[in-house]
């Protein structure tokens, strides 16, 4: 069962990238979309602008952003390092035995795993992109020592501290 203070943190963390996402375009004068802010997808709305389901064909299309390589690195960086920043605080307050039991721990191992599986898909990086790579990696490590925990069994977390020091350094600094 998902908490409801991972619920919390997963909705903050959406804005937050949706923030990032709506910042990242600028404009020039007027409301138009400034050219050398990026590249810049348009993309159109069956909808219509007013949300009424109005003729698309006389609707403006709504400009969809599209983020450079190292912007969605960033914006990545920034979701998954507080998701396994959380995870740590689990495991390590369950093995020292001061909170959380086998099965939140699990959850919490999946639910991260998840939440960056998530990430991954809606971000613009490809699969040989080395965030993304670690970032995937790292989504591995989570789900194994779920499963492991779910069996009875204590997972080892030396290649989980590998792949997260070197996600870390392959995060735009």
């Known amino acids: 069962m998902v908490s409801n203070r991972t619920l919390a943190r997963t909705a903050v963390l959406t804005l937050l990238a949706a923030g990032v996402v709506a910042c990242s375009t600028t404009t020039a004068g007027h409301g ?3 050219a050398a802010s990026g590249p ?3 993309g159109s709305s069956s909808a219509g602008l007013n949300g009424t389901g109005s003729d698309p064909s006389t609707a403006s299309p709504s400009p969809t952003v599209s983020l450079d390589v190292d ?3 960033r914006v990545t960086c920034l979701l998954v390092l507080p998701s396994l920043a959380k995870v740590i605080i689990d495991w390590n307050n369950y093995v020292d035995h001061k ?3 086998r099965d939140s721990v699990a959850a919490s191992l999946s639910s991260t795993a998840t939440l960056i599986d998530t990430l991954l898909e809606h ?3 490809t ?3 080395p965030v993304r790579s670690m970032a995937t990696r790292l989504s591995a490590d989570l789900n194994l020592m779920a499963q492991t925990l779910r069996r009875g069994a204590t ?3 030396s290649q989980f501290n590998v792949d997260k020091r070197q ?3 392959s995060c735009p600094k």
Do not use: H, K
């Open 127 to 129: 699969g040989a992109d």
């Open 32 to 34: 138009q979309l400034d």
């Open 71 to 73: 912007s969605e690195r």
């Open 167 to 169: 996600f870390q350094v």
């Open 40 to 42: 810049v997808r348009i």
């Open 155 to 157: 997972p080892p977390v």
């Open 123 to 125: 971000s613009g990086l």
């Open 99 to 101: 909170s959380d039991t």
